[in-house]
């Protein structure tokens, strides 16, 4: 999908269905579009689909996905009313991370997803979401729980949940933070125009 021009996010959602910029389109059972609400204030964004939202189409599904929805939770905000996508839309063969060329080719369609949406934050979950946004160089540690900018939306990088699972991070250091996008909401920043 090279100029992507969609009015809707149905429109855009069936041009992504169709797409076959980049080779992960041969091996996808389904695209995994994203999902929730296309009013969104918080715009998450994830890595890539694994095995389980390549079988089901949707984001965030297992192990990871129940317990994101449960962090959300905690720190006060409902999945429902957020918008949940991946980096790329096309599970990459054997969970490998996506290639910088695979992101690059995916970059429209998310682009084209934010400018519909125009949510007030971009949380990037995991250092690859960081590193699609911010740059390749970018290392979690340095960026996690900081503020940074793409094409006018604010960004706030956290930690992907499944490092919560790995036992690598703590669970409450995914809810402090979102805790604190929560608390930004109510500044008076917005979108751009
Ligand atoms: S990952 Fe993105 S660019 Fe590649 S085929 Fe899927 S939708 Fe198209």
């Known amino acids: 999908m090279e100029k992507p021009c969609a009015r809707s996010l149905e429109e855009l959602r069936e041009a992504c269905r169709q797409c076959r910029a ?68 096309c599970r990459p063969p054997r969970n490998r991370n996506p290639r910088r060329a695979e992101m690059a080719a995916c970059r429209p369609v998310l682009n084209q997803q934010l400018d519909l949406i125009r949510p007030r934050i971009i949380v990037c979950l995991g250092l690859v979401a960081a590193q699609n946004l911010l740059g390749p160089g970018v290392r979690m540690g340095d960026v996690r729980g900081q503020w940074f900018q793409y094409r006018g939306y604010r960004v706030y990088p956290t930690y992907h949940p499944a490092a919560v699972l790995r036992h690598t991070v703590s669970a409450g250091l995914i809810i402090e933070d979102f805790r604190t996008v929560k608390k930004a909401l109510s500044s008076a920043w917005q979108p751009p125009q």
């Open 22 to 89: 980049c080779g992960l389109a041969a091996t996808r059972q389904n695209v995994v579009f994203g999902e929730g609400n296309s009013r969104a204030k918080i715009f998450l964004l994830g890595e890539a689909p694994g095995a389980r939202e390549d079988e089901s189409g949707r984001p965030f599904v297992g192990r990871a996905g129940e317990l994101l929805s449960r962090l959300l939770w905690q720190a006060g905000l409902e999945r429902g009313d957020l918008f949940i996508t991946g980096s790329i839309k």
